[in-house]
């Protein structure tokens, strides 16, 4: 009903005029104002002032190719939009705080809807491609399964945006919005391919795909004039503030050419996401390629999607091992051979204005490469082990990783060399997570001698890694000594083989350990002699008040060990009521 009552001829005039409200039902009203949380009354489609001559003057300034579809035909193309009315209130659009561009995320369902508007279209759009020789070729016609960004922004946002002044997202979203993932990706990948990773990436990370709100340039710049929208400071530019308030990033690479970071914009994006991100903001990375496979490996799955996730993923992290060792190798390979400074961008200018930005940065452009290749070689490296990759670009990943500032670092797999990977990690890793991964005795002797530098290390996981008595005295030796003793509040060093000589090495250590507040020593052979030895330093007040979880528990502690261990845990005083132990009864 709402779209047969939509007129060409009043549809993007109407954006400025009074009466464009009144030809919204009262029920659409309502619909609208419930989603915004406010009454029918207060509801306006109306985005800002501007006159139909505005909007002719500001398209009769576009290249005469993007001026190739009329007023009519780009309301054609919205007739279809079930959401086309959704216009955010006047009110909004005038605050800068809140029509600020890093606001302006999309949904996957209205991407959905873009999809639905174009894709009866581009059998008449302007194709421009580049020849072999670098010549730019034009032509009238593009298949669906080839429309890029580039396309859809020549013959659709470019000539939106001339005519109404809005982004794509302020045409179709109520209201602005934070946004809870920033996507970084190349322009010339098809759109389809984009959108099925986008839904792949919900699935696999448990996201509403009508909910979450994705940032993506294209949708959210004003396409018309973009530059009035990222300004002159690149670190107030609005990727910069949606990385920031974002949970996590998505990185969609192309399975044929790894274009995305041979751009100098996505090159900044990446800048941002993997060096100047919070801690905790998670960086996944997806390609789409032509085989099916499953991520599983036993059946239950069948997707196009590889990716490289940032940690596990809810529901399938034992089969991160298998996803890491399917991604394409070659995309690892280029993604070593990136440099900032090589990049290209649309002009001369926006390229000195990155470089600029990014040597203000700590460690400057050389952090940024090294910060890039490092993340996808960690994130690559059993697929580039499972492809038979040569020593000298191995080499090269575990260069950069001890260049880099990687913060993150997941295995949930034997690792091909653990000692040279433990021995290359840089001082900013902040989480550290292996979990079965091969460390025995020599992993954990050369991570002893890393972590003096790891003075910002919060999480440590060396769960079931075959670590005896010569592995964890060099580990306790360095904890002893103060390595990352303040910051380290979670401990797992569970399924190991410690043994009363292990357990008796960590008693020593645990009084510098002051910021533990959780501790996994269960399954490994710590006999009375080990507990006794424990309890005497949780009797002196080891690990302090913030320890609330200890896990002691399918060890042989022995009668006379449970009872020390009770003494020191529950009647010394040392300790919060909150703490719980498992292993150890609590007395009375």
Not at 294 to 320: N, V
């Amino acid at each position: 009903g709402r779209r047969e009552r939509l007129k060409p001829s009043t549809d993007f005039d109407g954006i400025a005029a009074p009466s464009s409200a009144a030809s919204m039902s009262a029920t659409d009203g309502a619909r609208a104002a419930a989603e915004r949380g406010g009454s029918a009354a207060s509801w306006s489609p109306v985005h800002r002032a501007q006159s139909a001559e505005e909007c002719q003057e500001r398209y009769s300034r576009l290249d005469p190719d993007l001026q190739q579809l009329s007023r009519e035909e780009l309301v054609a193309s919205f007739k279809s939009v079930t959401c086309f009315r959704r216009r955010v209130p006047a009110d909004e659009a005038a605050d800068p705080a809140k029509s600020n561009a890093a606001m302006r995320g999309v949904t996957l369902a209205e991407l959905y809807e873009l999809e639905t508007a174009i894709k009866p279209h581009c059998g008449q759009w302007v194709k421009r491609r580049c020849d072999a020789w670098g010549n730019l070729t034009r032509t009238v016609g593009i298949d669906w399964e080839e429309v890029n960004i580039y396309d859809i922004s020549t013959n659709f946002f470019v000539p939106l945006a001339a005519w109404t002044g809005c982004s794509f997202m302020e045409v179709i979203a109520y209201k602005y919005r934070r946004v809870d993932v920033f996507v970084s990706h190349a322009w010339s990948h098809p759109f389809w391919r984009t959108l099925e990773v986008l839904a792949r990436l919900c699935k696999d990370r448990k996201l509403n795909p009508k909910t979450t709100v994705f940032w993506l340039c294209f949708a959210a710049l004003r396409q018309h004039n973009p530059g009035a929208d990222i300004g002159k400071d690149m670190g107030a530019a609005p990727f910069v503030t949606a990385i920031q308030q974002a949970q996590q990033s998505l990185i969609i690479v192309s399975s044929m050419d790894w274009d995305l970071l041979r751009r100098a914009w996505c090159g900044l994006e990446a800048q941002t996401v993997m060096v100047s991100a919070l801690a905790g903001h998670l960086t996944d990375i997806y390609t789409h390629v032509d085989e099916v496979y499953d991520p599983t490996g036993y059946g239950s799955d069948t997707t196009r999607i590889r990716c490289l996730t940032d940690g596990e993923l809810p529901g399938l992290d034992i089969y991160k091992a298998h996803r890491d060792a399917a991604f394409p190798a070659h995309i690892v390979e280029a993604a070593l051979n990136f440099a900032l400074k090589e990049a290209q961008a649309s002009s001369a200018e926006d390229k000195a204005r990155i470089l600029a930005h990014v040597k203000k940065q700590p460690g400057g452009v050389e952090r940024v490469n090294a910060t890039v290749r490092a993340r996808h070689f960690l994130a690559g490296l059993l697929s580039l082990v499972e492809d038979g990759a040569s020593e000298e670009l191995l080499e090269k990943g575990y260069a950069a990783l001890q260049r880099s500032s990687v913060s993150r670092v997941v295995f949930s797999a034997e690792l091909p060399s653990p000692e040279r990977l433990l021995r290359s990690l840089p001082a900013s890793v902040l989480v550290l997570d292996l979990y079965d991964a091969g460390v025995g005795d020599g992993g954990a002797e050369a991570l002893a001698e890393a972590l003096p530098r790891m003075r910002g290390l919060q999480r440590l996981v060396l769960s079931d890694n075959a670590i005896g008595k010569s592995g964890a005295a060099a580990l306790a030796g360095a904890f002893e000594s103060g390595a990352c003793s303040e910051k380290l509040g979670y401990l797992e060093l569970d399924r190991n083989q410690l043994g009363d000589p292990g357990a008796t090495a960590f008693a020593k250590a645990l009084p510098r350990m002051r910021g533990l507040r959780w501790l996994n020593l269960r399954c490994n052979a710590i006999g009375e002699f080990g507990a006794t030895a424990l309890a005497g330093a949780f009797k002196s007040g080891a690990c302090g008040a913030k320890l609330e979880f200890l896990w002691l528990d399918s060890n042989d502690l022995g009668e006379s060990g449970r009872a020390a261990l009770a003494d020191g845990l529950f009647k010394s005083g040392k300790f919060s009521e909150r703490l719980r132990v498992w292993g150890v009864d609590r007395p009375g």
